[in-house]
């Protein structure tokens, strides 16, 4: 079956410290793989995203994450934590481009992101 | 640029009534819409799949008479929830697909929906 599986359900990271997210997957085959957080009451926006080529992605706010195939996994980094970054961050995969599947994501549970001053 | 904007952010009914949601995407065309539903301190649940000018494909569990989906035009898809409830309160989100870039959703700021 296909999943995504962020085991962290909250971190608490004081700011100016690192930050890693993990995000492991069960799929057919090496899909896209999202990173998107969502401040309170709000809508998704996309950090970054991986399809194909380089396994560390760049992606908005400082944020990069690294496919490894190995592991199944597509951990979230962030070498310095801003206030501003507390939200919730979700994990998505989806299907490869030319697939029969309509394009829908499936989403990990979320991690909490609080940040110390 | 890919904005997605929905309307109304929030709104509160009474149970019994019926409350629409609108999708639109501002500055592209978007063949496909989805819709989520997000309970508090829990992940996105895809309930349906909306493909412009062709019925939406619910996920298992998704009554398609209760929420019912439009996609009329290439920038605007609606949700209503019929006969709402309160266990139909919820976090209602949209996101649009391009029809240019297939890989990447962009999603709207969401709609909370309370039904009295």
């Known amino acids: 079956a296909q999943s995504v599986t962020q085991p962290d359900i909250h971190i608490t990271v004081s700011e100016g410290a690192s930050l890693e997210l993990r995000c492991n997957y069960s799929y057919g085959a090496t899909p896209y793989l999202f990173w998107y957080v969502q401040s309170p009451g709000q809508g998704l926006q996309l950090l970054l995203k991986y399809f194909s080529g380089d396994t560390l992605v760049q992606g908005i706010k400082g944020f990069e994450a690294e496919f490894k195939r190995s592991q199944s996994s597509f951990n979230l980094r962030k070498p310095s934590v801003h206030w501003s970054d507390a939200a919730e961050y979700f994990c998505?995969?989806?299907?490869?481009?030319?697939?029969?599947?309509?394009?829908?994501?499936?989403f990990g549970q979320g991690t909490t992101l609080q940040v110390k001053p | 640029g890919a904005v997605v904007s929905q309307h109304p952010s929030r709104v509160i009914c009474k149970s019994g009534t019926s409350v629409k949601i609108e999708c639109r995407s501002l500055d592209f065309q978007a063949t496909t819409m989805f819709w989520y539903r997000q309970f508090p301190k829990k992940s996105l649940m895809l309930m349906a799949t909306s493909n412009e000018g062709s019925k939406a494909t619910y996920e298992q569990g998704v009554e398609k008479d209760k929420f019912l989906i439009n996609h009329a035009s290439l920038t605007l898809s609606t949700l209503t929830v019929t006969s709402a409830h309160p266990e139909d309160s919820s976090f209602y989100i949209c996101?649009?697909?391009?029809?240019?870039?297939?890989?990447?959703?962009?999603f709207g700021p969401g709609t909370r929906l309370t039904v009295l």
């Open positions: 998505a995969v989806g299907p490869v481009r030319g697939s029969s599947n309509t394009g829908k994501l499936i």
């Open positions: 996101s649009a697909r391009m029809s240019t870039r297939a890989d990447t959703q962009y």
